[in-house]
């Protein structure tokens, strides 16, 4: 379990402050609530959310058995807390479970439809973090993004609707299933992306639709077929409307992303899909370019996973140009 740690001055100050006002117990949980979501939205240090935790807990100790709604809104606000904590092991995931499955069945019962899908769609990453541990299964996280998109609408809730479906369509990926099945997944993931750009649009929702469409195109690039080249070029026809949306300047990460992705994609295309045995040496030079810009771009941020990866797709690409 994870100790609470005020250490931070001003959380203990405000705390001290809230204890000694004449407010009600309701105004005092409710201050709490405000103080941990403070923390909780832009944390700057692991501290932050520690002293989120230890408000949230503050909180849960006033509620006792005489706020149930806000008891459980507090428990979701613990669970949000402890799953973004970073942690190489499952404890915390599991707490963070363990709070949304205790809050949900009150939620349902006192609160709105949308707090109550909020909820359900948490509760799914928290599931689809615990899959690599063989502490959930990928189809319990498909599910609970199921019940959630029966209040997110794409009228209505257009964002939550684009994540539940790209969500959705990764727990379809990412499932370790029979090669025959493997391929039934596949298929659904597309579809799962095709479906939701069927309602996501380039003018309403940018952030999203560029989301879609690059995870659609990396779906496609890996679907197996008898027709690999129209998958491909489908993929890239994907990457490209992602990046009208995605550029070094307005998203430099998301932009490297999408661009090591069409050059991934852009290895395997002939310069010309009518005439194949002529090869592809104008795409592999554009796909060098992609890979030494995205490079810089993961460099310069320090995202070392990343731009090991594309160092590593770079060197093999240099050798194979030589051979």
């Known amino acids: ?43 700057k240090t692991t501290q932050d959310l520690q002293n989120a935790v230890g408000l949230y807990d503050q909180a849960d100790q006033l509620c006792g058995e005489d706020y149930p709604l806000l008891k459980a809104r507090v428990k979701v606000g613990m669970s949000g807390v402890l799953r973004s904590i970073p942690d190489v092991g499952s404890q915390l995931l599991l707490q963070a479970k363990a709070g949304y499955e205790e809050a949900l069945p009150i939620l349902q019962q006192l609160a709105s439809l949308s707090e109550v899908a909020e909820a359900q769609m948490n509760l799914g990453l928290v599931l689809q973090s615990l899959v690599p541990f ?9 599910q609970i993004y199921q019940e959630a998109l029966r209040v997110f609408t794409w009228q209505k809730y257009p964002q939550e609707y684009a994540i539940l479906h790209n969500n959705i369509a990764i727990a379809y990926l990412s499932m370790p299933l029979s090669s025959e099945q493997k391929y039934l997944h596949q298929g659904l993931a597309v579809q799962t992306f095709e479906e939701a750009l069927k309602h996501i649009q380039f003018i309403d929702h940018p952030r999203e639709y560029a989301m879609l469409q690059n995870n659609l195109g990396n779906a496609l690039q890996y679907l197996p077929s008898v027709h690999p080249l129209d998958n491909i070029l489908r993929a890239i026809a994907a ?21 090591s992705n069409k050059a991934n994609a852009l290895l395997n295309l002939p310069d010309d899909p009518e005439k194949p045995e002529a090869g592809n040496p104008q795409n592999l030079l554009q796909a060098r370019a992609y890979y030494q810009q995205a490079l810089e771009i993961f460099t310069h941020y320090e995202q070392i996973e990343q731009a090991q990866v594309i160092a590593e797709g770079l060197q093999e690409l240099e050798l194979g140009v030589r051979s």
């Open 1 to 43: 379990m994870i100790t609470p740690s005020i250490t931070d001055s001003a959380v203990k100050a405000a705390i001290a402050a809230i204890a000694s006002e004449s407010a009600t117990t309701q105004e005092k949980i409710e201050m709490l609530i405000e103080m941990a979501q403070g923390f909780q939205k832009k944390p």
């Open 134 to 142: 063989n502490l959930a299964q990928m189809k319990d996280c498909i």
């Open 239 to 259: 990457y490209d409307e992602a990046l009208k949306v995605r550029n070094p300047n307005n998203a430099p990460l998301e932009y490297a992303n999408t661009i």
